[in-house]
């Protein structure tokens, strides 16, 4: 897999790389000021609806809509998912 690094304008480090179906990833340190943090996630929704006979359709949504795809972790929430990757990693299974 291929990541890419960059900062964001603000000067934060992100990581960017695609998933299993090409969907545009990130892992981006946050400006939280109280604590260290990450956010990871895919970085659009891109919401769609299952069509009978059509398959998966795109749904327009409004400019003032927002889908939260990221997950907002300190350190402490990513130790403890440290072991299931790890495991995951090693066997498969989580």
Request: charge should be negative; charged fraction near 20%; proline fraction near 6%.
């Amino acid at each position: 897999m291929k990541i890419s690094r960059r900062e964001t304008n603000r000067g934060f480090q992100i990581l960017e790389f695609t998933d299993l179906y090409g969907v545009a990833c990130n892992i981006q340190k946050s400006s939280l000021a109280n604590e260290h943090a990450i956010w990871i996630g895919c970085e659009d929704a891109n919401p769609e609806v299952l069509i009978p006979g059509h398959g998966w359709t795109p749904v327009p949504m409004p400019e003032e809509y927002v889908a939260n795809t990221r997950m907002h972790l300190n350190r402490e929430q990513v130790a403890a998912l440290l072991p299931i990757l790890q495991r995951f990693v090693d066997t498969g299974e989580i």
